[in-house]
């Protein structure tokens, strides 16, 4: 097996846990009426240090294995994972993409554009948009305080599991890859 499909299939594997623990949290939250939204991690660390090929294709897939659990349109997660993965590509050649710190930060900014962009979708579609947008906010700042929170153990795990998969990412990614 080739070392971009070990790299692709490790970190697929974690984003998958990922979902599936997000998925239980947001049944143990449904009483509150809050919703977790982690579309910040499923992008930021292969979207910093991958390729841009392989986080291309790791961001379409996380999206349409999103997309297949929520009851949207198909293709409405994968487009944006993959937008905000190509838009992430033309400026992470400016950051230190090796810092945790900097990729928690990174998974709030990609999760607060998500947001912005999912809820502007969803507040029309809602027939009290007051009481809708309180939700949303609500909905926003839980996401971003879990994200914040679970982020260094989430990259700690994705390297992890490259490196046990034997497909730990270059340090030097080229400009235009």
Not at 55 to 69: E, K, N, P, S, Y
Not at 131 to 157: H, T, Y
């Amino acid at each position: 097996m080739s070392p971009a499909l070990r790299q692709i299939l490790a970190v697929l594997a974690c984003t998958f846990g990922l979902i599936c623990l997000t998925g239980q949290l947001n049944h143990a939250l449904a009483p509150f009426g809050l919703t977790l939204e982690v579309a910040g991690l499923l992008c930021a660390f292969a979207g910093l240090r991958l390729e841009f090929s392989r986080a291309f294709t790791v961001a379409l897939l996380t999206g349409f294995l999103v997309d297949a659990g929520t009851p949207v349109g198909f293709g409405r997660h994968a487009f944006l994972f993959g937008l905000m993965v190509c838009l992430l590509s033309r400026v992470r050649f400016r950051l230190p993409r090796e810092e945790t710190l900097v990729g928690v930060v990174t998974a709030l900014f990609i999760n607060l554009a998500c947001f912005v962009v999912t809820g502007f979708v969803a507040l029309g579609s809602l027939p009290d948009t007051t009481s809708g947008a309180l939700r949303l906010l609500a909905d926003l700042l839980v996401s971003q305080l879990f994200i914040a929170l679970i982020g260094p153990w989430f990259f700690a795990l994705q390297l992890r599991a490259l490196a046990f998969a034997g497909a730990s990412p270059a340090t030097a990614i080229r400009r235009y890859a």
